[in-house]
């Protein structure tokens, strides 16, 4: 039986170390791999597990609803928002005083990222009700 020995200082790992090239003629030949791996001190130190999973496994068997369509719609506009307004060199000085006002508030956004996500955010669904 193989082991996986992790790197001393990793706590967990959770996710795909290999992925399927979907596009290849080749992807149902291939694997991907997944692990995941986890330190709790309710369980042994070994709390190791690794998958192989096949093209099926990864392959959306269900149609992409209306809803889902909705949601990566506005996913898409509010990125491009964001983007944009951190381009705008005018309304970026405006952002960081804006945000460095309210980063150390209670409910405050971190990140000026999130910061600016909020704000596109509120505008877009204000325009698309």
Request: charged share 20%; with cysteine.
């Amino acid at each position: 039986m193989a082991k996986v020995v992790w790197a001393p200082g990793i706590s967990t790992v959770s996710g795909a170390l290999s992925k399927i090239n979907k596009k290849s003629p080749h992807a149902a030949d291939m694997q991907m791999l997944l692990a995941t791996h986890r330190v709790a001190p309710t369980t042994s130190t070994d709390c190791n597990r690794l998958y192989l999973r096949g093209i099926e496994s990864v392959t959306r068997k269900t149609p992409v609803t209306a809803d889902e369509q909705a949601q990566r719609a506005r996913f898409a506009a509010i990125a491009r928002a964001v983007a944009a307004r951190g381009n705008d060199l005018a309304q970026a000085a405006a952002d960081i005083t804006a945000f460095n006002a309210q980063k150390d508030q209670p409910g405050g956004l971190k990140t000026l990222k999130a910061y600016r996500w909020s704000i596109c955010a509120a505008a877009y669904d204000q325009n698309n009700g």
